[in-house]
């Protein structure tokens, strides 16, 4: 495997500038679900402006904002929980310095591939690139590749052919490359002792001490929502927040790329969405900003928040969003109904070809896009449970 790094991500330390106007933005925009009951994203887009700010000061008042808010979520927000969150918002809305870090190529793979001894399996060569702030999602069904392209990207397997490229890197030895890349596998492994224990181990091997430690501890109990575990043990809690763990774990860390196999497995489907959209948050944090490789068999939640995705089919990337030459010559829209298919194909009056998986319908037309076909099932009375626009998904591949 060839691997070449220039620069160092050691540069990635604190470096404070004059940058109010996104600050600005992102209060207003904490102030806007705090008025619209969004209750549980302000609070943790809260935890994200405080530490943005670099005020040790300030985190704390955001960790005591989460805590009020857990204390009296079920029962009804008090008027002092608002009075306290806006005060604060106030206060990192008055910060002129903050942490500020512009994008940075992160790693480049050329051409990858890997071929198993026993000849069974092949991921043909593939090319990517992720930057700070990135959010890239691989799909696709088991069998795949997906994992093994993860395992070849975190150096867990020795490259057939290709090459990675780490630019922010200067001739590392082994411990280095580790040390800013961080993988996460769909099997966490087993730990010992309480959650909380480790968590602060976890932050003492990596640099981070004395109030800094209890304090960074405390606010990814909060941001991950395992205060409530903090305590316990791994036979203790779910495998859902066994993940949840893992991801405050390496976050405590700084990695610069972050690489998740399947963290989406665990979890049920309210705290999918939830994850996905934290991971997007904090790749594009400017406390620490960092690259996000992340698998799933979930195509729509991966979908809504990775900046580019790619589906994997029998070894080789099928589709990657954005490349213009499988931009959809066809609409797709997939459709679940009581209505049977004679009267789906007198609504589409040969506009369109139907097909039935046993479950939902999909409509593919050339002329009728997802607007109008929703136009003419609604007039024609047509009952409708789910309709989905997967046109530009890469759905429409499996």
Known sequence: MLLRWYGNFRFFTRTFILTLKPMHKRIAEIQSYLQHNDHSLAVRRILDASLDTADLSLLKEAIQVSQLYRQYKEAGLPPSFFETANTLLNKINNVTERFTESTRLLVTATEIGKTYGSGNFSLKPISLQVKTGDVLGIVGENGNGKTTLLRCMAGQLALDSGELHFPQLQNPDHYEIKHQLAFIPQRIPKWYGQLKDNLHFSAAISGVKGEENTVMVDFMLERLDLTPYAHLTWNQISSGYRTRFEIARILLQKPKLLILDEPLANLDINAQQSILTDLRFMAKSVHNP????????????????ADTVLLIKKGSCLFRTGEQEKTATAFVIELETTA????????????GELQFNGGFYTINSATLPAQEILTKLVTAGIPISYFRDITHSTKRFI
Do not use: P, Y
Request: charged share 20%; net charge negative.
């Open 290 to 305: 960092m690259g996000i490789l992340l698998s799933s068999q979930q195509l729509h939640e991966v979908e809504k928040i």
């Open 340 to 351: 049977n298919r004679d009267q789906l194909l007198t609504v589409l009056a040969a506009q």
